[in-house]
């Protein structure tokens, strides 16, 4: 099994910024990749950005260009580095790992964004 823990949500002002944090720990092998995703009220989770083994990153179009995704392999920790910061990114946000023997999902974080 493996534990996921996300810090670093909050309140901002659009046009801020947040560093979101994912601390993985126990049976963490043969990883395909990890990523981002967030739901706001009523509405369906999303992926935000995507990480493979290789380090290779995908964004979600509304947010290419403002948010970045980084890990540090040393600390099995995920980022998620978040600039611009708009009232529509408002959500709870959830880091995600994919193993080869399955996945698991953290708590969540929220973020809210004010205008």
């Known amino acids: 099994q493996v534990q996921l823990v996300e810090s670093g949500g909050g309140l901002v002002q659009a046009g801020g910024s947040l560093r979101l944090s994912c601390a993985a720990s126990?049976?963490?092998?043969?990883?395909?990749?990890m990523a981002w995703y967030r739901q706001a009220p009523g509405t369906q989770r999303e992926l935000v950005a995507l990480i493979t083994s290789g380090g290779t990153t995908n964004y979600a179009d509304s947010v290419k260009g403002r948010f970045t995704i980084a890990r540090d392999t040393a600390k099995n920790t995920l980022y998620l580095q978040m600039n611009g910061l708009k009232p529509e990114d408002t959500a709870i946000y959830y880091c995600k790992i994919q193993l080869i023997s399955g996945s698991s999902w953290g708590q969540g974080t929220q973020v809210t964004v004010s205008s």
């Open positions: 126990g049976n963490i092998f043969d990883i395909n990749h």
